[in-house]
């Protein structure tokens, strides 16, 4: 089964920048919608960015257009998020997900199969 990994989470200062990446046990992900989404305690889990590379497309929620980018390191088998001039609210937990043999990518958490276990993100002065 199709394992993720991701990394890069921490506390970082309002205005400040960090790189989240997604490790998955598969190499290509060519054939694999990617998704990141984040969650803090007592709220539903919502979706931040996805990528599929098959269709070259990529999607943001509007908290993250123009703040976040999402990449994707098919010879590493890891997809990136980049985070830049982050704000307290974007504190929560994230995690990536992924579905396998999509065309494209969605931010509801019911469309992919697999998640990782999550990295702490948090932003406070």
């Known amino acids: 089964q199709l394992q993720l990994v991701e990394s890069g989470g921490g506390m970082v200062h309002p205005g400040g920048s960090l790189r989240l990446s997604c490790a998955a046990s598969v190499f290509n992900l060519d054939y694999y919608a990617v998704g990141w989404f984040r969650q803090v305690p007592g709220k539903e889990r919502e979706g931040v960015s996805c990528?599929?590379?098959?269709?070259?497309?990529?999607v943001y929620s509007e908290s993250a257009k123009g703040r976040f980018t999402i990449t994707s390191d098919n010879a590493l088998g890891t997809v990136y998020l980049q985070m830049n001039n982050l704000k307290p609210e974007d504190t929560a937990v994230y995690s990536c997900?992924?579905?396998?043999?999509?065309?494209?990518?969605?931010?509801?958490?019911?469309?992919?199969?697999?998640w990782g276990q999550g990295t702490q993100v948090t932003v406070s002065s």
């Open positions: 997900a992924v579905r396998h043999s999509s065309f494209r990518c969605r931010l509801d958490p019911l469309f992919y199969d697999s």
């Open positions: 990528i599929t590379r098959r269709s070259y497309s990529t």
